[in-house]
Nanobody, 126 residues
Framework: QLQLVESGGGLVQTGGSLRLSCEASGFTLNGITIGWFRQAPGKEREGVSCISRLGSTYYADSGKGRFTISRDNDKNTMYLQMNFLKPDDTAIYYC????????????????????WGQGTQVTVSS
């Protein structure tokens, strides 16, 4: 059964760090585009970061210099390291995969992603 399971969310103070994990089962993350999205209350889901099938990366302006996406093919797991967190980063974070995206162009478009995790809550207190 194809599944993406996130973990690593939680409550952290401003300036703190979290590392989100997303373990895949039922398929391999190797060779496909992987991404992280987030959705805050009352807002649309937005792209945070991705690693494309061709190896290029995308970071939303909000996370540049603070967030780092990575994947471990041996563990079939993707990660989002988040540093210097701010209250504006508070949201539910979702991992996702796209079987059709080749580059990081359109990595900020949720509709280009095929499979989603259940989400993990990140709350940053001021």
């Amino acid at each position: 059964q194809l599944q993406l399971v996130e973990s690593g969310g939680g409550l952290v103070q401003t300036g703190g760090s979290l590392r989100l994990s997303c373990e895949a089962s039922g398929f391999t993350l190797n060779g496909i585009t992987i991404g992280w999205f987030r959705q805050a209350p009352g807002k649309e889901r937005e792209g945070v970061s991705c690693i494309s099938r061709l190896g290029s990366t995308y970071y939303a302006d909000s996370g540049k210099g603070r967030f780092t996406i990575s994947r471990d093919n041996d563990k079939n797991t993707m990660y989002l390291q988040m540093n210097f967190l701010k209250p504006d980063d508070t949201a539910i974070y979702y991992c996702a995969i796209s079987r059709t995206l080749l580059s990081s162009v359109q990595c900020d478009m949720p509709q280009r992603f095929d499979e989603w995790g259940q989400g993990t809550q990140v709350t940053v207190s001021s």
